[in-house]
């Protein structure tokens, strides 16, 4: 497949993006003090990485199959490492590592739902849809995360 190069401009816009999330999730990752969040951390961090390399693909013109995308958060029940009582500084740092990641993930979310309408080709924009519906669970796990926390 033959991208124009305002699609491939697009793409490597959009694997910046994703490459600035995998470093991002991968400094939280080590950033956060509770185990459970340290393994959503990379959860997230492995699936931006896959999203990354997706995009690769695209640029050398190879583009993904993929399957309609499934609400992957189903499973994802996370129990409560703080009370809601706790003000302690451990609990602030990670709710704030949650709240700045569900804002990226919105941003994230946002941009694929715009930059997928430049593409004419199908297979592309399944592609970009499947992320951006990736991104969207990647909110609500990090948000039942806090629910689950007492920090919503």
Request: proline residues 2%; charged residues 25%.
């Amino acid at each position: 497949m033959q991208l124009t190069e305002q699609e491939a401009t697009v793409i490597k816009d959009l694997q910046t993006q994703e490459k600035t999330c995998v470093e991002k999730y991968r400094f939280y990752e080590a950033s956060a003090h509770d185990s459970q969040l340290k393994d959503l951390f990379r959860r997230i961090g492995d699936e931006e990485q896959e999203h990354f390399d997706s995009l690769g693909q695209v640029l050398k013109g190879d583009v993904p199959n993929v399957q309609p995308a499934e609400n992957g958060t189903q499973g994802f029940h996370p129990t409560a490492t703080y009370s809601s009582s706790d003000n302690s500084e451990e609990k602030r740092h990670d709710q704030f590592l949650c709240t700045d990641s569900i804002a990226t993930e919105k941003l994230v979310s946002s941009t694929y739902n715009n930059d997928l309408f430049q593409f004419a080709a199908t297979n592309v924009r399944k592609l970009l849809n499947h992320i951006q519906t990736e991104e969207q669970n990647h909110a609500e796990m990090i948000y039942k995360y806090k629910t689950a926390n007492g920090m919503a």
